[in-house]
């Protein structure tokens, strides 16, 4: 434990002090006082708590209300919901964030709410904060939203992103966040929108809009709600790439400026550290936790702490943003340096995968010696595409080296020199 | 009744989702090795690839296509040492569990109501075939499926062959038989049951009754018996136990065999479906008495340690050399006699010396006797060669024998094998065959 004990989970995000940057994200995982007093037994340092509902509009979900995407035997790689906001009514959320801020005061509370009109998001955004709130995240995103001027259709809309976050700004003194949709080309613009209307911070990704699964017998889309399907909101690992990507293009943004909570298909440390890497300063789960429960914290606060303490890092604040400075534009790459794939043949167990995806989907560089049941690599048509390396059932078997410069990769050759000759292309 | 339960059901396979997720640990090699593994030619490469990309119903049939009785493939077949011993998986883990996915798949199909095969175009050329074990009707099948019109005659009263009354219902049962015989029905192949076709003297009827040609595929149905044995009360052979077992036998032999010390002789598959029928049927204690070591025994490994869990003693390194009996003539126990490994023999395993000095007797009331079998006495030699031990001489590759229009397969040509090694020999009389029909149609 000695270099272990040296190392220091907490993060602080706009003023709001967190013991360890793991939240629980405003979802199912967090609709009440009874499951979040487990969560933060388990290890959560906080909650985004589910989006308060001010009660001017019945909240009815729909049934059913998700829809598992698996792959090859694998569940719940992705997750298709049409969940609502809470469905409680608001006394008795707050009722119960105020016995959690009671039992728990160290660990804190983000409120998220969603208005469908100026008053009721400042209305909503008082009585979470004078009810223990630590801090607000405004609900811009919801993915499968019907109705015009609220959820993700107010993320699409900046102008009232921004009004909306002024109200609240005008009508708290804590710290908030906007939470913002993917389903967006660019989402630093909205993001400044936010900012300029006084948000604190970003929350980013909510869920992608989708369609997970259609019913071969029935032909209605999943979940099947009674004979209807619907686009909607997905999560889960599957998202994880996009939300990265999200993130990080808004901690790079200069003008945008203020701390990033992220998420999108967090499960395990690594996940987590990689978010803190583009830029979060805290993350956020659901989908994992749907999957798993609040068990899989345990994990990612032991995984990170071990991970910071075998690299002798002291702060986890120390790894924000630590991937953005190599992070460029496909342009900035030095072509000028080559290198290929390299082959551990003595580890091989001759399954010939690497053969057949080089030969349908990469250079033709690897021939198959039927009898040894080995691949034997051509250097020069390598393309370094390293889909060999992917589909390699053997860790580590297949790497990639530089080439030295004066090395040169074969050209394609085309199929038929006769074809070449009578192939006619009109003058630029 | 707990016996009759125990003994003629077979314990569940994999579920359709068991084998889904036993494939996603395949590596869907180039070139399979595990798809040259087989007698039979079975393809698993491709069948589990097709099970991957969730082609179901085409893994069903590319299993049936080649081998109408691939289920009982799948339950009989020893996977370890054929398709699954060339698994490139086990070079980073544990085989892919071929055998146990190409039985989920045919009975998955039986669940869904699926039919792999065609309804052929009859025509009009008659073939016969003798016996139905596995061999016969593989031929059977492959002929049927040109429209070839097929009869299988059967000495006894239900067709199977060995996989119905020489394999207990426990390791393959009767359920799972009828529904595979069933695809043979479909293909319009005919059972003429009851019917023994003796020797020459039969085939060659049934070539003067207008059958194009004949396949002999009998089997081996003579257990091989220790003459020390005659006339002792309590001394069975394995053929006719396990037939008693499928025959409607079963309270008669529980009846003799509660409570009572069995000993079982023999180290071969054989052996051991009697050693664990004898415990199933109420057994005190079954004793498996083999004369080579443990490494030696030709049972698989599995089997074994199945056997030995389910509290079957193995005496290892002992000798039969008599038996004992009290003045009524009833079986009181075996004279054993203890062994050495000495030098290899012919087959390539070390064999047994006597210790001189070391007899001793095993107390036992019932004896099982299962060291081999032999043709069960119809002669072939006047219209086909045969050799000494009165197996049919047919080449490996054709199942042509040394007259024209008769083909033979199965244990009657190669003595005891495989059951994916008589649909191997069947389906090469089939090819055989449907050239001879071309060639005379010519």
């Known amino acids: ?428 | 009744m707990a016996y009759s339960e125990r003994l003629d059901h077979m314990t569940e396979g994999f579920s359709l989702a068991q084998a889904i997720d036993e494939a996603g640990r395949c590596l869907l090699c180039h070139d399979a090795p595990c798809s040259k593994g087989c007698p039979a030619n079975t393809d698993p490469g491709t069948f589990i690839r097709k099970l991957r990309f969730k082609n179901v119903t085409g893994a069903i049939r590319t299993i049936k296509e080649n081998n109408v009785l691939g289920g009982a493939c799948g339950v009989l077949c020893p996977t370890s040492r054929l398709c699954e011993k060339e698994c490139s998986a086990t070079g980073i883990g544990l085989p892919i569990r071929i055998g146990d996915i190409q039985r989920a798949l045919v009975e998955h199909s039986w669940k869904i109501g699926f039919k792999p095969y065609a309804k052929p175009v009859a025509r009009s050329e008659k073939v016969a075939i003798v016996g139905s074990g596995p061999a016969g009707l593989a031929c059977a099948a492959e002929l049927a499926k040109t429209g070839v019109r097929v009869t299988v005659f059967e000495q006894r009263a239900e067709p199977g062959g060995v996989i119905r009354y020489g394999v207990p219902g426990y390791r393959f049962d009767r359920d799972f038989l009828e529904r595979e015989i069933e695809d043979l029905r479909f293909l319009g192949v005919e059972f003429a049951c009851g019917k023994r076709i003796d020797g020459a003297k039969g085939a060659k009827e049934l070539l003067a009754e207008g059958y194009r040609s004949v396949f002999l595929a009998p089997g081996l149905w003579k257990a091989v018996a220790l003459p020390e044995g005659k006339g002792i009360s309590g001394v069975l052979d394995s053929a006719s136990f396990l037939s008693m077992l499928r025959d409607g036998e079963v309270a008669e032999l529980a009846r003799r065999f509660e409570g009572k010390d069995v000993v079982v002789i023999g180290g071969g598959s054989v052996a051991i479906d009697c050693a664990e029928s004898a415990k199933k049927l109420g057994a005190r204690d079954v004793y498996l008495v083999y004369r080579r070591s443990f490494v030696e025994m030709p049972a698989e490994e599995s089997e074994c340690v199945v056997a030995l869990r389910e509290g079957i003693h193995f005496v290892m390194l002992n000798r039969p050399v008599g038996y004992s009996a009290d003045q009524k003539g009833l079986l009181s126990g075996l004279k054993l006699r203890r062994c050495r490994l000495g030098a290899e023999d012919g087959s390539g395993r070390r064999s047994p010396e006597d210790i001189a000095g070391t007899d001793w007797i095993l107390d036992a009331q019932i004896a099982v006797e299962a060291i081999g079998s032999v043709p069960d006495g119809a002669d072939w030699s006047a219209e086909v060669k045969t050799d000494g031990r009165g197996l049919i001489l047919a080449d490996a590759e054709t199942g042509s024998t040394s007259a024209k229009a008769i083909f033979a397969g199965g244990d009657i040509v190669g003595g005891p094998g495989l059951v994916v090694e008589a649909v191997r020999d069947g389906k090469a009389a089939a090819r055989s065959i449907l050239e001879a029909l071309a060639g005379g149609a010519r």
């Open chain 1, 1 to 428: 434990m000695s270099a272990a004990s040296k190392v220091d989970l907490s993060v602080s995000m706009c003023g709001v002090e967190f013991g360890n940057p793991f939240l629980l994200s405003s979802s199912p995982v967090a609709n009440s006082a009874e499951m979040i007093e487990r969560a933060y037994e388990a290890g959560w340092a906080g909650v985004c708590y589910k989006t308060l509902n001010s009660g001017r509009m019945d909240i009815v979900h729909p049934s059913p209300r998700m829809n598992g995407y698996d792959y090859e035997g694998r569940r719940l790689v992705g997750l298709q919901n049409v969940e609502m906001i809470s469905d409680r009514p608001l006394r008795d959320n707050l009722a119960d964030i105020l016995y959690l801020k009671r039992k728990y005061p160290d660990r804190k509370i983000i409120a998220s709410i969603m208005g469908f009109s100026d008053d009721e998001w400042g209305f909503l955004a008082k009585a979470a904060a004078d009810n223990g709130a630590d801090m607000l995240e405004l609900n811009f995103s919801c993915p499968h939203m019907s109705i015009e001027g609220s959820g993700y259709k107010v993320g699409q809309s900046f102008h009232l992103l921004e009004k909306f976050t002024a109200t609240v700004k005008k009508a708290v003194r804590i710290p908030v966040l906007a939470k913002m949709t993917p389903n967006i080309t660019d989402m630093t613009e909205p993001a400044i929108y936010a900012k300029n209307g006084g948000a604190d911070g970003i929350a980013a990704i909510n869920t992608v809009r989708s369609i997970s699964e259609i019913g071969l017998e029935d032909f209605v889309a999943k979940p099947n709600v009674f004979g209807l399907g619907a686009v909607s909101g997905y999560s889960g690992p599957a998202v994880k790439p996009i939300g990265l990507r999200f993130v990080a293009e808004m901690a790079q943004c200069g003008e945008l400026g203020i701390p990033i909570s992220g998420m999108g298909g967090i499960e395990t440390w690594v996940d987590a550290l990689e978010y803190l890497l583009v830029g979060s300063t805290t993350i956020q789960v659901t989908t994992g936790v749907i999957h798993y429960g609040y068990r899989i914290v345990e994990d990612m606060i032991e995984g990170l702490y071990d991970y910071m303490a075998g690299k002798g890092i002291g702060k986890v604040t120390e790894l924000i943003g630590k991937a953005l400075p190599s992070l460029c534009d496909t342009g900035d790459f030095d072509l000028g340096r080559q290198g290929i794939a390299t082959y551990d043949l003595d580890r091989c167990i001759g399954c010939g995968q690497c053969h057949i995806v080089c030969r349908d989907a990469g250079g033709q560089a690897l021939e198959w010696d039927a009898a040894r049941r080995r691949p034997r690599l051509i250097e020069e048509k390598c393309l370094s595409c390293m889909i060999c390396s992917f589909v390699c059932p053997v860790p580590g078997l297949i790497g990639f080296a530089e080439k030295p410069k004066s090395w040169k990769r074969l050209p394609t050759p085309v199929k038929d020199e006769g074809d070449a000759k009578r192939v006619s292309i009109e003058p630029n």
